[in-house]
């Protein structure tokens, strides 16, 4: 069973609006959570990430929101460009486990539209 | 740096073949970690390794054998391929095993395709 899910498989933006993507996860022990974005034929590359002890962390365009409560996060891009058009990887990991060891989500597809 | 480097790129393998792929990393780091990545599952841990001559299973194990002989290199081999195994492979690397703050984000390969026929 996954701990950590993204519901919407895609989402399609105009250039220049807000992106919302959205996580969940299960596990009440994570306490760290990353974004990563991924271009085709590409691994992943980290994005931002929040500590469960915070519940914003913004980087430029991009802001994660933390919803420890409701077990959410999102990530927010704006104003959203072309070149975000990616799949978004959101991770997670709990301290007890010691180990760097994640759980990812299945991804969003951006498209943002020119 | 190179980073992290995978090879092969793409691999096709019939049902019951073994192969190795090849993961590699030249930014002297402890923890290094295999992921498969398969349609509407996200990317799923096979296997980690926190240091030269210590591995333990991830997620799904099952059907995949990993050494770490090296700090650089960290291979994953199938034993005998199924066509379940058909995906795409991603490995990983983290400065430290441990979470330490600032140190959690990992750095990730290009990826390996690999078919099971």
């Known amino acids: 069973d996954q701990q950590v899910k993204q519901n919407s498989p895609s989402l399609s933006v105009q250039e220049g609006r807000i992106s919302i993507l959205n996580c969940d996860y299960t596990?009440?022990?994570?306490?760290?959570f990353l974004w990563y974005k991924k271009y085709p034929a590409e691994g992943p590359t980290f994005l931002i990430s929040?500590?469960?002890?915070?519940d914003k962390n913004e980087d430029g365009r991009f802001t994660v929101f933390l919803n420890k409560s409701a077990k959410h996060l999102s990530l927010h891009i704006v104003p959203s460009q072309p070149g975000d058009s990616a799949v978004y990887f959101c991770?997670?990991?709990?301290?007890?486990?010691?180990?760097?060891?994640?759980?990812f989500g299945s991804g969003t597809k951006l498209n943002v539209k020119p | 740096n190179a980073g992290v480097t995978q090879t092969p790129k793409f691999q096709v393998l019939k049902t019951g073949q073994s192969m190795t792929l090849q993961c590699a990393q030249d930014?002297?780091?402890?923890?290094m970690s295999w992921y498969r990545q398969d349609p509407g599952m996200g990317l799923r841990l096979i296997h980690y390794?926190?240091?030269?001559?210590?591995?333990d299973q991830g997620e799904v194990p099952n059907g995949y054998n990993v050494s770490r002989s090296t700090t650089e290199d960290f291979p994953l081999r199938l034993l005998s391929a199924a066509p379940s195994q058909t995906s795409v492979y991603f490995c990983?690397?983290?400065?430290?095993?441990?979470?330490?703050?600032?140190?959690?984000?990992?750095?990730f390969g290009p990826g390996t395709r690999l078919l099971v026929l």
């Open positions: 990983a690397s983290t400065p430290s095993p441990f979470r330490t703050e600032g140190q959690e984000t990992q750095y």
């Open positions: 991770a997670a990991s709990a301290y007890r486990y010691n180990f760097n060891k994640f759980y």
């Open positions: 930014m002297n780091h402890e923890y």
């Open positions: 929040i500590s469960s002890i915070k």
């Open positions: 390794s926190v240091g030269a001559g210590i591995t």
């Open positions: 596990n009440s022990m994570f306490d760290y």
